[in-house]
């Protein structure tokens, strides 16, 4: 028998306001009434669930908090049923605060510039057609399992210097740790040390053979004191480039194409003017931002006018704030041509995503090579679209008819 014990199953909510839980079935299926019945009640809401949780509802909040380091901590970033002791570099620097948090990230920067990525772009771009290659003769597919989960695992994996064909090996990974680690720490933990294994090995090879890749580049840094990095840090930053640069992005391209299939309307103004789709992936993101962050309350304080106290979590929810109306006129609609978009998607405050212009050239080129090649799909009506729970919101199954089967 094993020791671990297994995790407690969560009851159904039946109250948004006083008992949200972002892992319910139903948050999980159609969040967005869910943000707005909350976001009607109170700027900030509070659950007993997940040993105490926080939510803000509006831009106004969540930039609040996302700017207050001294109240709250990046040490935990994904709201759990359990808080077990904090791991020192866990994902530098995104669970890193001030003043650790500033040089972790300024490290970094470099391999994400706007140039370093179009030097990627033509990689970027076999990748989608050597994907579409594989199911454009079938007439249908599943456009998550199929297409938009390879495109960010093959493009990290290709700047860590990693085999591309290990990408189902991390695909689980971040379930385990994004998804099934919520409530079962077992799993995380397995995760971790399993990642950090593989990563270890490859570190090994570079010591006798380096490599120019974003592995070498972090075995080279060095500390704001000029000291090589810790191996936690290394470790830590690594896991972090894998986790945060596969699945965010695989959910916001298939978000993309569920809503172009459903909104034929978008897709052929897209095919018409492809110029306009660099500010479409921007209401795209808007809209379906797939990402929500947690900080920790260190210190208590008060939030648009709602206190908050020390020991609890706060469920950062990017993607409620780009809904919020005060922040966006029709914050309910997709606007393809959106001018005015100051939108979260990508966090707010010092732990803006580093890897922005990565997920920013990948959208772009996963839209625009799958338009000019199948520029007639839909939802298959005999399958199902499912989405992902927690942390990272996308889909999971995205069953389409292509073309002529349509």
Wanted: proline content about 8%; overall charge negative.
């Amino acid at each position: 028998m094993s020791d671990v014990s297994q995790p407690a199953a969560h009851p159904p909510v039946t109250d948004w306001v006083h008992d949200f839980d972002h892992t319910d079935p139903q948050w999980t299926e159609d969040p967005f009434p869910i943000w707005e019945e909350l976001r009607a009640a109170s700027p900030v809401v509070h659950t007993e669930r997940f040993l105490g949780c926080y939510m803000p509802t509006t831009y106004e909040a969540v930039r609040e908090i996302a700017n207050d380091s001294e109240h709250f901590s990046s040490r935990r970033i994904i709201v759990r049923d359990v808080r077990p002791e904090v791991a020192r570099n866990a994902a530098p620097p995104i669970t890193s605060d001030p003043p650790v948090h500033k040089p972790a990230k300024q490290l970094l920067l470099p391999p994400f510039t706007p140039d370093a990525m179009k030097k990627l772009e033509p990689r970027m771009r076999a990748i989608c057609n050597e994907l579409i290659d594989g199911f454009i003769a079938d007439g249908k597919v599943d456009a998550a399992a199929r297409y938009s989960k390879y495109i960010p695992v093959q493009a990290i994996a290709h700047m860590l210097g990693i085999p591309e064909g290990d990408s189902d090996l991390f695909i689980n990974w971040i379930h385990m740790i994004l998804e099934l680690g919520i409530k079962d720490e077992s799993k995380l933990l397995q995760a971790v040390q399993e990642m950090s294994a593989y990563f270890r090995t490859h570190i090994e090879e570079r010591r006798t053979k380096p490599t120019d890749d974003l592995i070498s580049y972090l075995m080279n840094a060095k500390d704001k004191e000029g000291n090589p990095l810790e191996e936690s840090h290394v470790l830590g930053s690594l896991r972090l480039l894998l986790i945060a640069g596969i699945d965010t992005t695989w959910s916001a391209i298939g978000s993309s194409l569920w809503h172009l299939a459903k909104t034929p309307a978008d897709r052929e103004r897209l095919i018409a003017e492809p110029g306009l789709i660099p500010t479409a992936v921007e209401e795209l993101l808007r809209a379906y931002s797939p990402v929500t962050m947690a900080r920790e309350v260190v210190k208590e304080t008060t939030i648009s006018g709602c206190p908050v106290k020390a020991g609890n979590m706060v469920l950062l929810s990017f993607p409620a704030a780009n809904r919020d109306p005060r922040m966006f006129p029709d914050a309910d609609k997709v606007v393809i041509d959106r001018r005015e978009n100051r939108h979260a998607a990508f966090g707010l405050g010092i732990h803006r995503c580093v890897g922005s212009n990565l997920a920013r050239m990948e959208m772009q080129v996963a839209l625009e090579e799958w338009l000019k090649r199948i520029p007639n799909f839909a939802l298959d009506p005999a399958g199902t679209v499912t989405w992902s729970q927690g942390t990272v919101r996308g889909p999971r199954q995205l069953p389409f008819l292509l073309g002529k089967a349509m």
